[in-house]
């Protein structure tokens, strides 16, 4: 399910694809549609279990917004707010909750990301954990990045604080754009969930 669209999320089997997001014309070749790729090959989940990315389907801001519109710097605030509100009824009703985080100041050191530190991806990080550790007997909390990622060490060491694996990409297998153990930890999770719930 992607940005503005509507779906019941049942209990422990919704996922919440959380993390930083690539610019418009590159969505639709970035890492949140690489996890759904692979997921769907999965022949374990099924039509119960629910993902959800928090970006346009069409990989451009502008749908959003209705056919031919141009979106400048200005019209981003007009879609933010729902957006904001879209993705927040979402983290909330979502039970596995993940966090990629390819965050990084400059194209040099990003190489196959876009240059993007994520300021809303790490407001909602840290909201989502603690909402995570309030009742980590309901939800998961999954979480990784690229070993290179700027900026995401206060994370990882609370993560690890937590005892939550943190899932590194390592800097030469940056093309594959998410770590392995990473997507198969959201399909065992899922599968575990379910064999819970029935």
Not at 107 to 121: C, H, Q, R, T
Not at 165 to 186: G, M, N, Q
Request: charged share 30%; net charge negative; glycine share 6%.
């Amino acid at each position: 399910m992607f940005s503005r669209d509507h779906n019941a999320v049942y209990p422990k089997l919704g996922v919440f694809l959380g993390g930083v997001s690539p610019p418009d014309g590159e969505m639709k070749t970035g890492w949140r549609r690489k996890i759904i790729s692979v997921l769907q090959q999965d022949e374990r989940l099924d039509p119960s279990m629910l993902l959800v990315s928090p970006e346009p389907k069409s990989g451009y801001w502008e749908e959003l917004e209705g056919a031919g519109a141009k979106v400048t710097d200005k019209d981003l605030e007009v879609i933010r707010d729902p957006q904001m509100l879209w993705e927040h009824h979402y983290l909330k009703r979502c039970d596995i909750t993940t966090f990629w985080l390819p965050a990084y100041w400059t194209k040099e050191k990003s190489e196959v990301f876009a240059p993007n530190i994520g300021p809303s991806s790490r407001w909602e990080f840290g909201y989502f954990l603690q909402e995570y550790l309030k009742d980590r007997r309901n939800k998961d909390f999954i979480v990784g990045s690229p070993e290179d990622a700027q900026g995401v060490d206060w994370a990882r060491e609370i993560s690890q604080m937590h005892g939550i694996k943190w899932h590194t990409l390592r800097k030469e297998d940056k093309p594959k754009l998410v770590a392995d153990s990473f997507i198969e930890e959201i399909a065992d999770t899922l599968i575990k969930n379910k064999r819970e719930l029935f």
